[in-house]
T-cell receptor, first 114, second 111 residues
Framework: NAGVTQTPKFRVLKTGQSMTLLCAQD?????MYWYRQDPGMGLRLIHY???????AKGEVPDGYNVSRLKKQNFLLGLESAAPSQTSVYFC?????????????FGPGTRLTVT | AQSVTQPDIHITVSEGASLELRCNYS??????LFWYVQSPGQGLQLLLK??????LVQGIKGFEAEFKRSQSSFNLRKPSVHWSDAAEYFC?????????FGAGTTVTVRA
C-alpha cells in the first residue's frame, strides 16, 4: 500500500515549456486535490476532483489544467510554464471518515521554472 | 468562506520544553479542524483532528489540541519536545471535502 505517490520528484523547466505531473493513489479515494506550497502562504488549492471524470477549480487555477480519467490518477498540466509557477506541488486524496474528510498527501514535486 | 490564521511564523524551543502553536479560524458553521506536520522535504502528515465532542483531542507523536469555540481557536500543544519535532506545522479548517490552510509555523528545536 503505497498511499499517494507523485511523479516526478524534481523538475526544471524553461519558460514556455509544458509538463504534466502525475498523482496516483491506491486507497480507492473518491476525492483528489492539487495544491501548491509557497513560502509564507501555506498550501493553496489549485484544482480538485470529486470523482472519476470530474474536475473543479480551486483557489489558484490559472495556468493549470487537470484530468481525472481514472479514479486512482489525477494529472496536473502546465501548458506554458512561467517563473511564477516555481513552487512545490502536492497531491492529496481523501475519504469520508465520520463527518469529516481526511486528506492524505504525497511527498511533493519541486518545480523550478527559469 | 473559511480562513485560518497562524500568528507565529517561527518558534524556537529548547528540547524538553513545552510547545504551544496558535491557530485561529474563521468559519460560519461547525468547523472541522486539523493539524498537519511537514518534516523537511516531506509531505504533510495528519497529527490530529477535531469535528465534535470532547474539545481536547489527542493526536500522534504526543501532541494534543484544544478547541475553544468562544475564541475561535484550535491551539496545538506538546508537553516536552524532542529534536525530531523540528518541522513546519499547519492548521487547517475543513468545509465538506475541502481544506483551507494557514501559512504555517516553523518550529526549531535547540539542544
Amino acid at each position: 500500500n503505497a498511499g499517494v505517490t507523485q511523479t516526478p520528484k524534481f523538475r526544471v523547466l524553461k519558460t514556455g515549456q509544458s509538463m504534466t505531473l502525475l498523482c496516483a493513489q491506491d486507497m480507492n479515494h473518491e476525492y483528489m486535490y492539487w495544491y501548491r506550497q509557497d513560502p509564507g502562504m501555506g498550501l493553496r488549492l489549485i484544482h480538485y476532483s470529486v470523482g472519476e471524470g470530474t474536475t473543479a477549480k480551486g483557489e489558484v487555477p490559472d495556468g493549470y489544467n487537470v484530468s481525472r480519467l481514472k479514479k486512482q490518477n489525477f494529472l496536473l498540466g502546465l501548458e506554458s510554464a512561467a517563473p511564477s509557477q516555481t513552487s512545490v506541488y502536492f497531491c492529496a486524496s481523501s475519504r469520508r471518515v465520520a463527518v469529516t474528510y481526511e486528506q492524505y498527501f504525497g511527498p511533493g514535486t519541486r518545480l523550478t521554472v527559469t | 468562506a473559511q480562513s485560518v490564521t497562524q500568528p507565529d511564523i517561527h518558534i524556537t524551543v529548547s528540547e524538553g520544553a513545552s510547545l504551544e502553536l496558535r491557530c485561529n479560524y474563521s468559519y460560519g458553521a461547525t468547523p472541522y479542524l486539523f493539524w498537519y506536520v511537514q518534516s523537511p522535504g516531506q509531505g504533510l502528515q495528519l497529527l490530529l483532528k477535531y469535528f465534535s465532542g470532547d474539545t481536547l483531542v489527542q493526536g500522534i507523536k504526543g501532541f494534543e489540541a484544544e478547541f475553544k469555540r468562544s475564541q475561535s481557536s484550535f491551539n496545538l500543544r506538546k508537553p516536552s519536545v524532542h529534536w525530531s519535532d523540528a518541522a513546519e506545522y499547519f492548521c487547517a479548517v475543513g468545509a465538506e471535502y475541502k481544506l483551507s490552510f494557514g501559512a504555517g509555523t516553523t518550529v526549531t528545536v535547540r539542544a
